[in-house]
């Protein structure tokens, strides 16, 4: 599976951007998809993921209900829709494929390239 990140950027607090993850390879809905970050000099820490079968969502607690993942099954493709950003979201995004729905990222074996979200105050 390659996995293709896109959309990060610099935005403002308060402000809004959407990431989107192409997949290519073995079929999309066999994957848990994920978005990790990671900041600098901290760990990658596990944002969402949405579960082959799309029924199942998680969110880590610092963005729940601000953050929504979403996906495309014709286009292959999932979405990370960012509002309400603040300073503390800036990190490198990454998008991961993994067999199983879990916050472990050693247990995702498939990565986007990353990109790069700023959110200024």
């Known amino acids: 599976v390659q996995l293709q990140a896109s959309g990060g950027g610099l935005v403002q607090a308060g402000g809004s951007l959407r990431l989107s993850c192409a997949a290519s390879?073995?079929?999309?809905?066999?994957?848990?998809m994920g978005w990790f970050r990671q900041a600098p000099g901290k760990e990658r820490e596990l944002v969402t993921y949405i579960t082959g079968s799309g029924h199942s969502t998680y969110y880590a607690a610092s963005v729940k209900g601000r953050f929504t993942i979403s996906r495309d099954v014709a286009k292959s493709t999932v979405f990370l829709q960012m509002n309400s950003l603040e300073p503390e979201d800036t990190a490198t995004y990454y998008c991961?494929?993994?067999?199983?729905?879990?916050?472990?990222?050693?247990?995702?074996?498939?990565w986007g390239q990353g990109t790069q979200v700023t959110v200024s105050s």
């Open positions: 390879g073995r079929p999309f809905s066999s994957y848990v």
């Open positions: 991961a494929a993994g067999e199983r729905p879990t916050g472990y990222s050693g247990s995702y074996s498939y």
